[in-house]
């Protein structure tokens, strides 16, 4: 019963989280699967998103992670964002990194995997700054659907639920609250050749979605 409240905790947290009244403020993507990296191995990937965050914004990413000792994943990424200004569109510069450590490995005994992510994202936009510093648990369960065995193999899709606790700060958010609350589900996608996709939604007082294609060397 242990390894089974763990999954239906992750579950409610979701639930709970989305709901949370909070003022829109742009955060970025998760885009993390809740497992880590084996020590030495490195991935590269590129991701795109888009935000309904007041204001509204697309942004292009390219970043490389890197397994560290048993559990543990660092991540850096970095590329531009489009967003939008009453007169015009600014493009404004973001770079981040994270912490990931892997907590549960789902096994006979563990029914799902537990990660938890620290992240640090900055962008310019029009001059001004954003900067979040983020906390998200995120689950993962393997999930076999029979009839994609034949195209993209067994046992190479996860669902992924998480929560994420996001502290804002910059010049960029006057008059914002200065944290914002949010659920996130996503679907990890093993692909041949050492590819993987991962297409995520995170709610709470707005909306984000974004896409990864990642790439074990």
Do not use: C
């Not at 799902?112 to 979040?132: F, K, M, N």
Request: negative net charge; without cysteine; proline residues 6%.
């Amino acid at each position: 019963m242990r390894p089974l409240a763990v999954w239906l905790l992750g579950g409610l947290a979701f639930a709970a989280v989305a709901g949370l009244p909070r003022d829109a403020a742009a955060t970025f993507p998760v885009l993390l699967s809740a497992r880590s990296l084996p020590p030495g191995a490195t991935e590269g990937f590129l991701a795109g998103g888009y935000g309904n965050t007041a204001p509204d914004y697309w942004t292009a990413l390219a970043g490389v992670r890197h397994g560290l000792l048993r559990r543990i994943e660092v991540g850096a990424r970095a590329g531009a964002a489009w967003v939008e200004a009453p007169d015009d569109t600014d493009v404004a510069p973001v770079a981040g990194v994270d912490v990931k450590v892997e907590v549960l490995r789902e096994s006979i005994d563990i029914p799902v995997d537990l990660a938890i992510d620290a992240s640090w994202t900055v962008a310019r936009p029009g001059g001004d700054t954003w900067s979040d510093l983020a906390f998200t648990a995120l689950f993962g369960k393997r999930v076999r659907i029979e009839w994609l065995d034949d195209t993209i193999g067994p046992d190479r899709l996860a669902a992924v639920v998480g929560a994420q606790l996001v502290f804002l700060g910059g010049t960029a958010r006057p008059g914002r609250e200065d944290s914002a609350a949010y659920g996130l589900i996503g679907v990890e996608i093993a692909l041949p050749a050492g590819l993987a996709l991962l297409p995520e939604a995170k709610v709470g007082s707005d909306t984000v979605v974004g896409l990864s294609l990642r790439y074990r060397f």
